[in-house]
């Protein structure tokens, strides 16, 4: 049920009016037991940040990490629009506090949407009533919350794990503008584990580092971006490595699929880079071939040009010896010693043709290793991008 499958939380969504099109635009996910949960969360650290992450962040920080509540809105990012951004950031943590009857700096907010446009936090006003009165600890709750959180995505995101005496639950959004430094989305991930806020921000901090901000689409970090970890605290107290572990298999998974959903995208392109000097070394050089319009272009032409990758590599401000890289595609070695070799162009095109593709890098300097997730560049996505509505 995702994000309501651990014990202790509801969630609702609805469509309040934000949305022009009338599609759900309005979410939320509470807990169900009388008391705050745990909470901690990753934003982006894009000095443009949008006034729900400054909100968010003072709110954690008066609470002392706990919350009843988070609201997201979809439509609109509330991003670049000076006091009246902060002023509307508040106020729909204020709608939501007064009628659950809590106090203000325990709801969290979330928004996303285009950026420099005012918010009329009138629909949120008058459609938090009916989005409080809706909340479920069903799956229907859990979907409704997941959907009204949606912009350019084409599907819902979601994912979960059953542990030994815990759960983890969680709902994202994302399909582009990604390439994060602590976060890369919107997402809300529930637990019924029981912890303190230093083992769930550590964990989380952990968790995001390996799949979020490993995930690169285009480059784009995001004013928006926030990850939330909310703590029931009705379930058992789980080794913090055991916990870990969960949460990170929960966030690779939607990151995952955030790449499968990502505006435009054919396909879903994992860049392993091994034989570094250490992992920062593997991972500076996987983002910088990953983060390459003209690398990402190949992907969509189906063409292994492996030497995009070794020019991004080159240029990236890392220690790097051509002579020494070796490169494959789906196993399928393409280059040796950094020049090209013969392989069987039948094959190399099946794996060029499907939806997953594996390319490994062998640097020839150490045993550091990193993997970062891309996708191809493709027309539907300039075509998504090149307007405002």
Known sequence: MSVTTPKGFRANGIACGIKASGAMDLSLVATSTGEPAVAVATFTQNRSAAAPVRVSKSHLAASKNSAYAVILNSGNANAANGEKGMSDAIDMTRFVAQELGVPEETVLVCSTG??????????????????????????????????????TDTVPKTATHLGLGFSIGSIAKG?????????????????????????????LSKAVDGSFNRLVIDGCTSTNDTVILLSSQVGVEPRPSVFSEALAQVCRSLADQ??????????????????????????ILAKKAASSQLVQCSFYGSDPYWGRIASEFGSAGAEFDLDRLSVSYGGIEVARGGISVDFDPVALGKVMAKREILIECDLGLGSGEAMVTTTDLSPEYIAENMRTS
């Open 258 to 283: 955030m790449a499968m959903d990502a505006e435009g995208a054919h396909k879903l392109v994992r860049i392993r880079v091994f034989g570094a000097l250490d992992e920062e070394h593997a991972l």
């Open 114 to 151: 285009l950026i420099g446009i005012p918010l009329d936090t009138t629909p949120i006003r008058l459609g938090v009533k009916d989005l409080v009165e809706g909340l479920s600890s069903d799956q229907d709750g859990a979907n409704r919350s997941a959907r009204a959180i949606m912009t």
């Open 175 to 203: 399909a582009a503008m990604i390439a994060p430094n602590m976060a890369t989305m919107l997402s809300v991930i529930t637990t019924d584990a029981k912890l303190t806020p230093e083992i769930a921000q550590v964990a």
